[in-house]
């Protein structure tokens, strides 16, 4: 054992995509970060398949959007369908960009995001990435964590010492059990089989659209994934063998249906335990969770590395603003409150999915829970807000302008605050005003965009949070003053471009 006591600003436990992409944001601020997963490498087989706008606007703040995008493909939709193949729900993807700049819906390979993301990594002076490193033992006190971990590869115990740690380490979290947090269990617990296959041929009649077959005598999914790639998942009932049932010969029956030997290979099958369980703290002290070390969720809205990479976006500027300014417990606390009832109306609404899908009485059921006047059932995409936390009050999500030069407003703004002002009201500031917004974060007048009116909807002008989920709309000087006070000082400081407002 070693009594050499390394220094960081931040370890993050766990190099999933979660993890790996808090890792860019803290880099990008100049953080310095440990990085350390227990498996010597990406796991090279499929697992998520999806994520959405907000995620990619994530993303595109690190810098990855364009190459990730490269590798996707892009989701037309879903539907609900009966045993004999009638649409009961209908849940369409626009073809178009939305509000927040990118496609409402992506299907990617894991293995290729979490390549893009490491790849990146590599290249970083601010961030240490361990493999074959496994975390055992943490102890916090006011100024820091103590954290040992055994680097697998030679057997040796490791000490470090950091200002914070993040569990990002999935549903069995080590950093969770040190937290010691209940769960809050939204009442689904069920085993389902995965199966990815890769196409050997063309197979269009299998089509585009992902199909939640809502069969009594075994629900299941169908997913059209980037290339050849296609996913099943399937109830396995009470009776069967979880071993048993995952075998090859086994497996095939199952996808008879859809799919044969002679027409795809079985790249992977895995029965997992689909749960929806929300942790009732995510942080003590100084220790943190993100991603499935925080919550859990069924499959059936696809949301759960989105849930994620939602936590990290709101939790690394308050990281950073700590970092930077001063430990500040009661920013922290507020991670958890913003979080905690966004990713639960996601897990809630998959629940209740879930739960449609496997009915005895799908039709009524589907059409009673989205009823149209048209008949059928048709679904939306949801953005719902963030819980109370800076603000007293839930917050929206803020949508992306674009720029005279097509350039994405993000891009502009960098990773800090920003102000999209109406010119008049900017024009009517007074200097100190306008000094104070200037020093806050990023300013951005509606002339230089192209759409910016449409985003403001009426006010004078927005405030708009790292994570891009909105501080306040303002239409008075007066209120901007106040909302200026809600603003940590030094948050991003590191990564905030200033613009010329003249």
């Given amino acids: 054992m070693t009594n050499e006591i390394k220094h960081y600003d931040v370890v993050i436990v766990g190099c999933g995509p979660v993890g790996a992409t808090l890792a860019h944001i803290l880099a990008q601020a100049n953080?310095?970060?440990?990085?350390?997963?227990?498996?010597?490498?990406?796991?090279?087989?499929?697992?998520?398949?999806?994520?959405?706008?907000?995620?990619?606007?994530?993303?595109?703040?690190?810098?990855?959007?364009e190459e990730l995008e490269a590798v996707c493909r892009l989701n037309v939709g879903m539907r609900f369908v009966d045993p004999d193949g009638a649409v009961l729900l209908d849940w369409p993807r626009p073809a178009e960009v939305t509000a927040l700049g990118w496609h409402s819906s992506y299907r990617v390979?894991?293995?290729?995001?979490?390549?893009?993301l490491r790849d990146r990594l590599q290249g970083s002076a601010c961030v240490t990435m361990q493999s074959r490193c496994e975390a055992f033992f943490i102890e916090q006190d006011e100024e820091g964590v103590d954290l040992r971990y055994e680097d697998m590869s030679c057997g040796r115990i490791r000490r470090v010492r950091a200002r914070y740690v993040v569990g990002c380490d999935g549903a069995r979290s080590f950093v969770r059990r040190f937290i010691e947090t209940g769960m809050e269990d939204l009442g689904f617990h069920e085993r389902w089989l995965v199966v990815d296959v890769?196409?050997?041929?063309?197979?269009?009649?299998?089509?585009?659209?992902?199909?939640?077959?809502?069969?009594?005598?075994?629900?299941?999914?169908?997913?059209?994934?980037?290339?050849?790639?296609?996913?099943?998942?399937?109830?396995?009932?009470?009776?069967?063998?979880?071993?048993?049932?995952?075998?090859?010969?086994?497996?095939?029956?199952?996808l008879s249906k859809w799919v044969t030997p002679e027409?795809?290979?079985?790249?992977?099958?895995?029965?997992?335990?689909?749960?929806?369980?929300?942790a009732d703290e995510w942080q003590r002290g100084r220790l943190l969770v993100a991603g499935d070390a925080a919550h859990q969720t069924p499959p059936f809205m696809g949301q759960g590395m989105c849930a994620g990479i939602r936590d990290i976006a709101n939790l690394g500027w308050k990281l950073i603003c700590c970092l930077h300014a001063g430990h500040d417990p009661?920013?922290?606390?507020?991670?958890?409150?913003?979080?905690?009832?966004?990713?639960?109306?996601?897990?809630?609404?998959?629940?209740?999915?879930?739960?449609?899908?496997?009915?005895?009485d799908p039709r009524s059921a589907l059409?009673?829970?989205?009823?149209?006047?048209?008949?059928?059932?048709?679904?939306?995409?949801?953005?719902?807000?963030?819980?109370?936390?800076?603000?007293?009050?839930?917050?929206?999500?803020?949508?992306?302008?674009?720029?005279?030069?097509?350039t994405l407003a993000d891009d502009v703004a960098g990773y800090g605050f920003s102000f999209l002002f109406a010119d008049s009201f900017l024009a009517g500031l007074d200097r100190q005003l306008m000094e104070q917004a200037q020093r806050k974060g990023t300013i951005l007048r509606v002339s230089q965009t192209r759409d910016g009116a449409v985003h403001l909807a009426g006010a004078a002008a927005a405030v708009i949070r790292p994570d891009r989920y909105l501080l306040a709309?303002?239409?008075?000087?007066?209120?901007?003053?106040?909302?200026?006070?809600?603003?940590?000082?030094?948050?991003?400081?590191?990564?905030?471009?200033l613009r010329n407002i003249a």
């Fill in 330 to 360: 009661a920013l922290l606390d507020t991670y958890a409150t913003e979080r905690r009832e966004n990713a639960r109306t996601f897990i809630a609404t998959a629940v209740r999915l879930g739960g449609l899908i496997n009915t005895q």
């Fill in 263 to 278: 027409e795809a290979d079985i790249e992977r099958t895995a029965v997992y335990w689909f749960h929806s369980l929300v």
């Fill in 198 to 254: 890769l196409l050997k041929r063309e197979k269009p009649e299998l089509g585009d659209w992902s199909l939640q077959h809502c069969d009594p005598a075994r629900p299941s999914t169908y997913v059209r994934g980037p290339n050849n790639r296609r996913r099943w998942e399937l109830t396995v009932l009470p009776d069967e063998d979880s071993t048993v049932i995952a075998r090859p010969e086994n497996v095939w029956p199952l």
């Fill in 109 to 116: 390979h894991q293995p290729d995001l979490e390549r893009i």
């Fill in 31 to 65: 953080v310095r970060v440990l990085l350390l997963d227990r498996e010597n490498a990406a796991y090279h087989l499929p697992r998520a398949v999806h994520f959405d706008d907000e995620v990619m606007r994530t993303f595109q703040q690190i810098g990855i959007a």
């Fill in 367 to 406: 059409t009673s829970a989205f009823p149209r006047a048209e008949g059928g059932a048709k679904m939306e995409s949801l953005y719902p807000p963030i819980g109370a936390g800076l603000l007293d009050r839930p917050a929206p999500l803020f949508g992306q302008p674009v720029m005279r030069d097509g």
């Fill in 473 to 497: 709309k303002v239409n008075s000087p007066e209120e901007l003053a106040s909302a200026l006070k809600l603003i940590p000082d030094r948050v991003g400081a590191e990564t905030t471009r």
